[in-house]
């Protein structure tokens, strides 16, 4: 049961965001140490995308066999059981030997993950409906910030003390974060203790079918997602080809999108106020706009306009994503770690889709080819949203 007299306070806010923006970045890690881990490990090249996509499908199986648990299993063990399996996953892979090793212990890193989106859902458990999209927002922004902040963080650690060090920092900041939350997570046992694993898992089906809002939410993030992993999957090849940064710059350049999460507030509290949908009309638009304006900045050269191009699409996406799962967080207070695998799996499946083909795309049409697709599926996503919107669909 929830501890009724429990209040989430500004701190333990500040302690949730900090811990989902740790434990997510350990996903992106990867990312910016595929060269020294690959060639360490003397990884063919067609093989060293494996690196990160066995990191991402263990996360995607967490967010599917975990996050449900939380329906049914006394959420703060939980959280804890995976940041320890999550410590105990990052020391092992800054200790691998071999490729095999490292990789298993890739899968772990993405599996153990997932508490983050345990946590998010907890909170909302503690605070009034009406402050909900706030509590969201500000701990979202500590998970975004965590996410556009692993790579430069990655590579500075890297460039220094070697790939190792990075792992073995994250294990570090993990365990002491682990502890802080042994000190101050509050207990909530949900009443659907005695539901079957298997029916849980089956039950995602039928939440999928029974919330049409949960449906529509998977398809409007859905398709922004896409396009945020494929304007991320090809812009450093962009940067590297066009206007000849190194590492270190495209490092740089991925800071800009770390603007992004000071939208998550704000998004919040639209929410709560009951802009739901101005928010999500304004986020589609901004999103198309600014791909399809990084066209025109890439054509004339202008790397800064680029970079604010990045800023406002990351913003978009970010605010769409608050505003989404706080429709979603809504619908069903017992069933909120399903509604939220329901969500992220699809979500994290599409983001999966953009950063496939972001390359493709940019390898065969260049960055024209980025910019008229991503265009063209923010133009049919806010199509979708308007018919959706009409009157007689509500």
């Known amino acids: 049961m929830t501890n009724n007299s429990f209040h989430l306070s500004t701190a333990l806010t500040c302690v949730f965001a900090a811990v989902c923006g740790l434990t997510v970045a350990n996903i992106y890690y990867a990312q910016a140490l595929i060269g020294p881990i690959t060639h360490e490990f003397v990884i063919a090249p067609r093989w060293a995308g494996s690196v990160v996509t066995l990191t991402q499908l263990g996360y995607g199986a967490g967010l599917f066999l975990i996050v449900p648990l939380s329906d049914r299993s006394e959420n703060r063990r939980l959280i804890l059981l995976t940041v320890a399996g999550l410590v105990l996953s990052l020391v092992g892979a800054a200790l691998s030997q071999s490729a ?35 509590v969201i927002g500000n701990i ?6 965590g996410i556009m902040l692993s790579r430069p963080l990655a590579n500075a650690i890297a460039a220094t003390f070697g790939w190792r060090a990075v792992f073995w920092v994250s294990a570090a900041m993990m365990t002491l974060l682990g502890g802080i939350l042994w000190r101050m997570l509050p207990g909530y046992t949900p009443q659907q203790r005695l539901l079957p694993y298997r029916t849980l898992l089956w039950s995602i089906g039928h939440l999928l079918i029974e919330y049409a809002p949960l449906r529509r939410r998977i398809i409007y993030h859905g398709i922004l997602f896409a396009v945020f992993n494929m304007f991320w999957t090809a812009v450093p090849l962009l940067l590297h080809e066009r206007f000849e940064l190194g590492q270190s710059g495209i490092a740089l350049f991925s800071l800009a999108g770390a603007g992004g999460a000071l939208a998550a507030p704000l998004a919040g509290r639209l929410a709560d106020a009951g802009y739901t949908q101005m928010a999500t009309w304004s986020a589609i638009s901004v999103i198309g706009l600014a791909a399809f304006g990084s066209e025109w900045a890439v054509r004339g050269g202008h790397l800064i ?90």
């Not at 979202?140 to 910030?145: F, V």
């Open 305 to 394: 306009l680029l970079a604010v191009m990045a800023l406002c699409l990351d913003a978009g996406v970010q605010t769409n994503h608050i505003v989404s799962q706080r429709v979603v967080f809504g619908l069903n207070d017992a069933a909120r770690g399903r509604l939220n695998a329901a969500y992220m799996t699809a979500v994290f499946f599409c983001g999966a889709m953009g950063s496939s083909s972001g390359a493709a795309l940019f390898s065969i049409w260049g960055w024209p080819g980025f910019a008229i697709v991503a265009a063209l599926l923010c133009l049919m996503d806010l199509v979708m949203f308007a018919v959706e919107s009409l009157p007689s669909r509500k």
């Open 140 to 145: 979202m922004g500590g998970l975004i910030t």
């Open 100 to 134: 095999a090793i490292f990789m298993l212990c890739s899968v772990a890193i993405g599996l153990c993950s997932v508490g983050s989106q345990i946590l998010l859902p907890l909170a909302t458990h503690f605070v009034a409906p009406a402050l909900r999209g706030r």
